[in-house]
């Protein structure tokens, strides 16, 4: 009941209501600019991003556990950019891709991100 905290929380709350749209509009621009999106939605992208931010909500409301949720995701997505993604990146430069080195990078990784 404190007024300070409820002011904290408000603002928490509109800072979220801004900072969503920024994080998610790199991921709309990737996922529009794939033809079956683009027919799917006949040139509407708001329907598109509707959807999108509803399922993300859903799936916040559903899982019992969010936070445990995204911890997961960011370890796999933390081990990826630090173990593999390098890895092919300097496959890639060199343009070595021989079958043995890109199944030895994602083992490396994996193993590492244990």
């Known amino acids: 009941d404190n007024k300070l905290v409820q002011a904290v929380q408000l603002m928490y709350a509109v800072a979220l209501f801004f900072s969503v749209p920024l994080q998610m509009f790199p991921a709309f621009n990737i996922l529009e600019s ?4 683009q027919s ?4 509407n992208i708001y329907i598109h991003r509707l959807l999108v931010v509803l399922i ?3 799936v916040a ?3 019992p556990n969010f936070g445990l ?3 997961v995701i960011g370890a796999v997505g933390g081990t990826a950019t630090a173990f593999i993604l390098p890895a092919y990146l300097y496959m890639a430069a060199k343009n070595d891709f021989t079958l043995w080195r890109p199944l030895a990078a994602c083992i490396f990784g994996g193993i590492g991100g244990l």
């Not at 799917?40 to 040139?43: K, L």
């Open 56 to 58: 993300s909500g859903g």
């Open 40 to 43: 799917v939605f006949r040139g």
């Open 69 to 71: 949720l995204l911890n």
């Open 34 to 37: 794939y033809e079956c999106f």
């Open 61 to 63: 409301s559903v899982v």
